[in-house]
């Protein structure tokens, strides 16, 4: 991830360096070489994704873009501690450090439970909380991410996830068990939430150049108290990503660049609004291009 960006660009070769200062692997190898298997545990994927992506940032501001250039900030469930650092509101090492502890709460509660989570492809909200209803029994199920029309993940238990899987088509679904770690954005992450809430109320936050909407409410973020409810709740509670780009597109939106490993983001915003334009940023190749609409708009 974010190699090609740091033969490029001597900032981003910077946010590497950087964060191999931090954290105690090294991250810069990880992401470039890998193995997959390492990168698949929450612990080392959460603090690679974000300093790849930030590498990605700072190539781009190395290209001549400023955050002023935006008038809003947001992103998926790990992507929404990149928006609040790219806005100004929280420092790279600062972030950091947030990004690398919650990942290894989140990698704690998941190795404490058999659980996973499986996308819902079809049908609707309602739906989705049927299934989840049908399948639950005595154990944890609930809807984990909202993110466009006809893609609901739910979370929880794996014997409820193994059964909403069966009764998926009963309800109008395709069901699509995850290769993940556990049940993110549900209770049973609960004890990660209480594990990272400390941390936060010890990181600094300031207002930002621009604003940044959150996962769970899909509100612009307030002050600093106020974002750190609200990322202490997104560990253990959905993710309302749906919600929080229909809200910037009414704010007036109608540009969204997606900086980051993949084009998940993209493919979503084709389902939400397909007529909003939408750049994606995963490849060194044609950055430069990129800067220069962004900075020409």
């Not at 915003?269 to 430069?288: C, F, H, W």
Request: overall charge negative.
């Amino acid at each position: 991830m974010a190699h090609d960006f740091a033969e490029v660009s001597s900032r981003a070769r910077n946010v590497f360096e950087s964060a191999n200062d931090v954290l105690d692997f090294d991250v810069a190898r990880d992401c470039f070489e890998g193995p997959p298997e390492r990168l698949q545990r929450t612990d080392v994927q959460q603090p690679a994704i974000f300093v790849a992506t930030v590498a990605m940032w700072e190539a781009l501001a190395e290209a001549g873009v400023r955050c002023d250039h935006f008038s809003h900030a947001a992103g998926l469930s790990l992507g929404e501690y990149t928006a609040l650092h790219v806005a100004g509101t929280v420092g790279f090492e600062d972030a950091l450090r947030l990004v690398a502890r919650r990942g290894r709460l989140m990698q704690d509660a998941a190795e404490a439970s058999d659980s996973g989570m499986v996308t819902l492809i079809g049908g609707d909200e309602a739906g989705a909380r049927k299934l989840c209803e049908a399948a639950r029994g005595d154990a944890v199920l609930t809807p984990a991410n909202f993110n466009c029309s006809g893609q609901i993940v739910i979370s929880g238990d794996q014997s409820a996830c193994d059964r909403a899987v069966e009764l998926a088509s009963e309800f109008g679904f395709r069901a699509i068990a995850l290769a993940v770690a556990g049940a993110f954005h549900s209770s049973l992450m609960q004890s990660a939430a209480d594990g990272l809430a400390p941390v936060l109320a010890q990181t600094p936050f300031t207002p930002g150049a621009i604003t940044v909407i959150g996962n769970v409410d899909a509100a612009a973020h307030g002050d600093a108290d106020a974002i750190r409810k609200s990322l202490t709740r997104q560990v253990s509670e959905p993710v309302l990503w749906q919600r929080c780009v229909e809200g910037m597109i009414e704010a007036g939106v109608d540009q969204f660049i997606e900086i980051g490993p993949g084009r998940v983001l993209t493919g979503l915003m084709r389902k939400i609004n397909r007529d909003v334009d939408t750049v994606n940023l995963s490849k060194a190749e044609g950055l430069d291009d990129i800067a220069a609409s962004i900075t020409s708009g």
